[in-house]
């Protein structure tokens, strides 16, 4: 598929995400922080007030039209490119559907584990909340394809990822920096107890930061996916 095309795909997919999110302002707001801009970068862009972005986001505002929703998502790729398009390099690394593959699989476990086992387990480094592992109780965890759930997973989707119960981790891989899947929780209805970042070497400081805000022990491993689902599957 020629670059144009993908791109072409891609932001379809965002203004159809939008279209036909339950709150379109704070699934504009996740695609604005997914591509590291700022309401004053994208106000300039789309010749609007940072006060009516702001209410969008905040759904203060009624829903945008097509239009609105059109230019937002040309400003987002043209902002992006002007930044050597980092963001829509990554996106277009995962756009190509891969169905015989599933991009979550979910593991619950025989007996529930504290968030201290299972950081050690997992040989995780903690990057945020410690304190919260020791009162967590786990019972299971799904291993998460981060870019693929946010290019192919409706927000209404999204509950299927917890499976039969939200006490558990999530498990991202192929994962960049971690603001991603950080900033898709930040706006999800239902949360996950603990969050692990599969073999990621910089950590995005708005990922820990959100993390703290929503009070969600964060981690880091570089264990493989297979000795980290190996340790796992004893429990």
Excluded: C
Excluded at 5 to 29: C, Q, R, V, W, Y
Excluded at 129 to 135: A, E, H, M, R, V
Aim: no cysteine.
């Amino acid at each position: 598929m020629e670059g144009n095309d993908l791109m072409d795909e891609l932001k379809e997919k965002i203004a159809g995400e939008i279209t036909l999110s339950d709150s379109p302002g704070s699934t504009m707001k996740k695609w604005r922080e997914l591509f590291g801009i700022t309401q004053i970068e994208l106000a300039k862009m789309i010749r609007i007030s940072t006060s009516t972005i702001s209410d969008y986001e905040s759904n203060r505002r009624l829903s945008p039209g097509v239009g609105v929703i059109r230019r937002f998502v040309d400003a987002l790729f043209t902002i992006d490119e002007g930044k050597g398009s980092v963001v829509r390099q990554g996106l277009e690394k995962f756009s190509v559907k891969q169905g015989e593959k599933p991009f979550y699989n979910i593991h619950d476990f025989i007996a529930p584990i504290s968030g201290i086992d299972f950081s050690r387990i997992i040989e995780g480094k903690v990057l945020s909340n410690p304190g919260y592992l020791d009162s967590l109780k786990l019972f299971g965890y799904t291993r998460v394809d981060s870019l693929r759930v946010i290019l192919e997973m409706s927000p209404a989707e999204y509950p299927k990822l917890f499976g039969s119960t939200t006490e558990r981790a999530f498990i991202f891989e192929h994962v960049s920096t971690g603001r991603s899947p950080m900033v898709v929780i930040r706006v999800a209805p239902i949360k996950p107890k603990l969050v692990v970042l599969h073999d990621v070497t910089t950590v995005d400081k708005l990922a820990v930061k959100i993390a703290q805000v929503e009070k969600i022990p964060l981690l880091a491993t570089k264990l493989t996916m297979n000795e980290i689902e190996d340790r796992l599957s004893k429990i």
